[in-house]
């Protein structure tokens, strides 16, 4: 399938087919084609990083959602899945205090 788009929302929507399809490698890439149009694609980030989580890339997971914490720096669930992001590269301590930040924020 080809496309040809610059509008956030349908590279997100394609994205996410792509993701349900268990199609990673495109879905990844029209999500962040989708995100890179609209930094503030809030549910781009998320499907991003489950993307990134399915494929065992625990790494990019974190790294996506600190890029998400740029413009959404007081979102709780975006700290709580930094947080698992964390435990999952077995790193308890670090992840202990990114649930504890996001507590506080609640």
Do not use: M
Not at 29 to 48: P, T
Not at 93 to 106: Q, W
């Amino acid at each position: 399938l080809e496309y040809k788009t610059d509008s956030s929302d349908t590279l997100l929507y394609l994205g996410k087919s792509y993701f349900y399809n268990n199609q990673l490698d495109k879905s990844e890439e029209s999500l962040r084609k989708s995100i890179e149009i609209d930094k503030k694609n809030r549910e781009g980030y998320f499907y991003l990083a489950n993307v990134y989580s399915k494929k065992e890339n625990f790494q990019q997971v974190i790294n996506n959602y600190l890029l998400a914490l740029n413009h959404f720096p007081n979102d709780v669930e975006i700290y709580h899945q930094l947080g698992l992001g964390y435990k999952k590269l077995n790193q308890p301590k670090r992840a202990l205090l990114i649930f504890i930040h996001a507590k506080e924020l609640n």
